[in-house]
């Protein structure tokens, strides 16, 4: 059976500038994994590279959704072979409710209309979501609100690879807890998670299958807990020592330990 996501020595670059070098990751159905790393060390730019923003070029390697190539897809159709993203600061869309985008998503997808109704439905129940499905799509709703919508709407499309590009970022404590519940509840064998984030607080509330370590533009280091325990006590230096990997000019300060578990988000 083919892996959910199957990412292979992947290069590219940005304004002429390379981001991800040899970078290589899998993530079988069934499984969560956690990609963390410090700020500019291109987490994001994964993401768009294999959601296929413009502005970004794909250099060498191959990216695979489900055994489907997503080089040679446009961008909805990457989506359409399963392939879906949480965005780090959902965009508001006045004038578009919740319930009528999903419909549209869905119709998209090939979801016939009744069934993707009673996805909503049952989700929206679920998910405390009924109250928000006639409001403009993610208008006046709270950080920790805009999050679980994202996971509500990945209920309902039931894709086959999710990426949730930080997923925890300006969070309280109670919403990131709210926000992994909601993420552990929807492991299946139909699907792969990918969390992107550089706190190692979400990890408290779930339980990654797998760990990557990325810094560089390339994943340095794969693990389980321990590797979680060894970036809350040390933060990225501790792995930069451990692995022999110098600091770039260009790398943001190292930050403490115990910023890691902080409120603040940040933009990557």
């Given at each position: 059976m083919s892996s959910a996501l199957d990412v292979k020595e992947l290069d590219a670059a940005i304004g002429g500038k390379q981001i991800l070098n040899d970078l290589t990751i899998e993530v079988p159905f069934g499984e969560i994994h956690a990609l963390m790393g410090p700020n500019g060390s291109g987490k994001s730019t994964l993401c768009h590279v294999l959601t296929g923003k413009a502005?970004?070029?794909?250099?060498?390697?191959?990216?695979?959704?489900?055994?489907?190539?997503?080089m040679s897809l446009a961008v909805d159709e990457r989506s359409r072979?399963?392939?879906?993203?949480?965005?780090?600061?959902?965009?508001?869309?006045?004038?578009?409710?919740?319930?009528?985008?999903?419909?549209?998503?869905?119709?998209?997808?090939?979801?016939?209309?009744?069934?993707?109704?009673e996805r909503i439905a049952a989700e929206a129940e679920r998910f405390?979501?009924?109250?928000?499905?006639?409001?403009?799509?993610?208008?006046?709703?709270?950080?920790?609100?805009?999050?679980?919508?994202?996971?509500?709407?990945?209920?309902?499309?039931?894709?086959?690879?999710?990426?949730?590009?930080?997923?925890?970022?300006?969070?309280?404590?109670?919403?990131?807890?709210q926000v992994a519940e909601a993420v552990e509840g929807m492991r299946s064998p139909d699907l792969g998670v990918l969390i992107i984030t550089h706190y190692s607080r979400i990890l408290r509330y779930l339980t990654p299958d797998r760990i990557h370590v990325m810094i560089g533009g390339r994943i340095?280091?794969?693990?389980?807990?321990?590797l979680a325990e060894e970036l809350e006590a040390g933060g990225y230096e501790a792995v930069r020592e451990r692995l022999g990997i110098e600091r770039a000019a260009t790398d943001e300060p190292e930050r403490k330990p115990a910023d890691f578990f902080t409120d603040t988000p940040f933009d990557i």
């Open positions: 502005e970004y070029e794909v250099l060498d390697g191959s990216a695979m959704v489900d055994g489907k190539d997503l072979v399963g392939l879906l993203q949480s965005f780090q600061y959902p965009t508001e869309v006045p004038g578009v409710r919740l319930r009528e985008f999903l419909l549209q998503a869905a119709e998209e997808r090939g979801i016939p209309a009744d069934e993707a109704a405390g979501m009924d109250r928000f499905l006639d409001r403009s799509l993610n208008q006046d709703l709270s950080g920790g609100e805009k999050k679980r919508s994202e996971i509500f709407q990945m209920a309902v499309l039931r894709p086959r690879m999710a990426m949730l590009d930080e997923i925890d970022s300006g969070l309280d404590i109670d919403a990131v807890k340095v280091d794969s693990g389980g807990s321990e």
